[in-house]
């Protein structure tokens, strides 16, 4: 939650140095749980969700979505002024590839949030394997991913005044596919409220808060899925 180190050790009955070291212990713990929670889908698992979002958007072979996702931090103590981002707020940046249901396929965080997406792709562990990773699927990404270095990425084409019908059609079908990445985030967000502000200037630290964000997202969605066996309930699902 957002209440600070004092307010919680205050509640829990520990000094501030201990709660603080019971929360670093903790997201260290689920940092080192991670391909548990998050992993890249094999070639049978991939299928799924490649048909599923097929359904969503029209578009087919496309087995998740990606994006990136600026986390408000404060102003970092070494190369702070590199965190201040176009919308003039001091943030880190998250990628994120989801699958239909907005659960985590692959995540990196990290670079301050002034690069770019593609910049950010480019440099990500995802990017040397991706041609592994993904063999015949793609993945919807939005137009900061429009480029010959990201051939698996399906992206709209810029409008210029001067699309056709069929360009536009399939721009709509992109944009409706690539929602489950936008919502996964602010689903995210909303369960994780820490996410808005992180109130701390240690790098290791903010990193470790937003992995361990994303493993618990993953985790809830795989409760989710027991709870419905039948069915997970997906990001566009009424419930």
């Given at each position: 939650n957002q209440n600070s180190f004092r307010e919680r050790s205050d509640k829990l009955d520990v000094s501030q140095s201990a709660a603080h070291q019971i929360i670093v212990d903790v997201l260290q713990i689920l940092c080192t749980l991670g391909s548990?929670?998050?992993s890249w889908p094999n070639a049978c698992e991939k299928a799924t969700p490649a048909l599923a979002l097929q359904r969503l958007c029209g578009i087919p072979?496309?087995?998740?979505?990606?994006?990136?996702?600026?986390?408000?931090?404060?102003?970092?103590?070494?190369?702070?002024v590199d965190y201040m981002n176009r919308k003039s707020f001091f943030s880190v940046l998250l990628q994120g590839i989801v699958?239909?249901?907005?659960?985590?396929?692959d995540i990196c965080a990290g670079p301050p949030g002034r690069e770019h997406d593609a910049r950010m792709l480019r440099a990500s562990p995802f990017f040397e394997p991706w041609q592994e990773k993904?063999?015949?699927?793609?993945v919807l990404g939005d137009r900061a991913y429009i480029g010959r270095d990201f051939p698996f990425v399906v992206t709209p084409r810029r409008d210029n005044g001067a699309l056709t019908c069929e360009e536009q059609l399939q721009n709509n079908k992109t944009s409706r596919g690539r929602v489950v990445v936008e919502q996964a985030f602010g689903r995210m967000k909303c369960m994780w409220r820490r996410l808005r502000d992180l109130q701390n200037t240690n790098i290791k630290t903010v990193v470790m808060m937003i992995m361990a964000a994303c493993l618990l997202h993953n985790m809830t969605i795989a409760d989710l899925c027991q709870l419905h066996p039948q069915g997970c309930?997906?990001?566009?699902?009424?419930?």
């Open positions: 548990n929670f998050v072979g496309v087995t998740g979505a990606i994006d990136g996702c600026r986390i408000r931090v404060q102003k970092l103590p070494v190369r702070g699958d239909d249901r907005g659960r985590f396929l993904m063999a015949a699927y793609s309930p997906r990001e566009d699902d009424d419930n």
